[in-house]
């Protein structure tokens, strides 16, 4: 299991940005697969982006596509989500998580998925 904690979370107005952080506690980073997810009052969670391990590939959720940006940075045990362009409807508790396999899993997580973090609020007000 990875620990997870993110940061960077907070109150924006609409068409603002947030940077979220998410640091790794593991020996072998660079073999995971990372993404966020974020889940809305009385909606499921849902995907919004994730990167390979070697970060030369990511993939996003439609609704997020050319306002979010996921990075990583290996030696640092670090993955990033820059939040442009902000909408209400992005407000939510945004999860990082940690999963070995592919993006297509980090897409679809299934029972034995990886680990998650505890989540960080991200409010955009109008």
């Known amino acids: 299991q990875v620990q997870l904690v993110e940061s960077g979370g907070g109150l924006v107005q609409a068409g603002g940005f947030l940077r979220l952080s998410c640091a790794a506690s593991?020996?072998?980073?660079?073999?995971?697969?990372m993404g966020w997810f974020r889940q809305a009052p009385g909606k499921e969670r849902e995907f919004v982006a994730a990167?390979?391990?070697?970060?030369?590939?990511?993939t996003y959720a439609d609704s997020v596509k050319g306002r979010f940006t996921i990075s990583r940075v290996n030696a640092k045990n670090m993955v990033y989500l820059q939040m442009n362009s902000l909408r209400r409807e992005d407000t939510a508790v945004y999860y990082c998580?940690?999963?070995?396999?592919?993006?297509?899993?980090?897409?679809?997580?299934?029972?034995?998925?990886?680990?998650w973090g505890q989540g960080t609020q991200v409010t955009v007000s109008s």
């Open positions: 998580a940690a999963n070995v396999g592919s993006l297509a899993d980090m897409m679809h997580p299934r029972p034995g998925f990886g680990s």
């Open positions: 990167i390979s391990w070697s970060g030369s590939s990511t």
């Open positions: 593991t020996r072998t980073f660079s073999s995971y697969y």
